[in-house]
């Protein structure tokens, strides 16, 4: 099982394709994958940077919990552009947003039809129990088919919160065809106590949730 950690900070909006030009250099000239990192995303909206690892296993099971030596260099170049998001940020592994809600669907999907869609927005102190809770009960029922979602993650940093979809097919298509349905209309009302759009001024739909990829690497690639 791939074993994932997300990474939170601001990144000033116009700079992706610079920070994307520092790890693909990284990327190219180091090997990741000896220090167990299969593989990474890179994601953006307004002003929020997401930085998705994958790793071949918990790092804090393997010990490879040392960074990888280019680590250092990347986080100067990126300096300039890529800055703390939470207010009491010390160190590094502040940036970790922590798991709070896992599901997975146990069907199988060709790697090639898989598709990760991060959605983005703001969780009220203190509700990722009553946030897991209306997942799990929605998980339970027919809508995860519905909209082609094989699995799915819950993370939160601060007032950030981020949803990990799988899915079989494009995201926005599938909201477009399904947001009638009486299982999607309830969920959304169910979330609308504890979830806040991440920019009210520029939110006017579940679209505009969705986190732009800007950089992919993989093992292999």
């Known amino acids: 099982m791939t074993f994932r950690s997300v990474i939170v900070a601001r990144i000033v909006p116009g700079s992706e394709d610079k920070v994307a030009e520092v790890f693909r250099r990284a990327d190219e000239t180091t090997r990741p994958q000896d220090f167990g ?58 940036s970790v947003a922590k798991e709070f809600y896992r599901w997975d669907s146990g069907r199988k999907v060709d790697p090639a039809d898989r598709q990760m869609t991060v959605i983005v927005a703001r969780i009220k102190p203190d509700t ?48 477009r065809k399904n947001h009638d349905q009486p299982a999607f209309a309830k969920i959304m009302e169910d979330l609308r106590p504890y979830i806040d759009p991440y920019n009210p001024e520029s939110w006017r739909g579940p679209a505009d949730a969705v986190a732009k990829e800007f950089y992919r690497w993989r093992a292999g690639d």
């Open 128 to 175: 990722q129990t009553d946030v897991a809770r209306i997942f799990a009960q929605s998980d339970a029922g027919p809508l995860p088919e519905i909209m082609g979602v094989t699995a799915r993650w819950l993370y939160s940093i601060d007032d950030v919160y981020l949803h990990l979809l799988e899915r079989d097919g494009p995201f926005t298509d599938t909201v």
């Open 37 to 94: 990192v299969i593989g990474r995303t890179l994601l953006s909206l307004d002003d929020l940077y997401i930085h998705i690892i994958e790793r071949k296993a918990d790092p804090k099971v393997t010990g490879q919990t040392r960074g990888l030596p280019a680590f250092k260099q990347v986080s100067e170049a990126i300096a300039p552009y890529v800055t703390p998001y939470p207010k009491d940020w010390k160190v590094p592994s502040d």
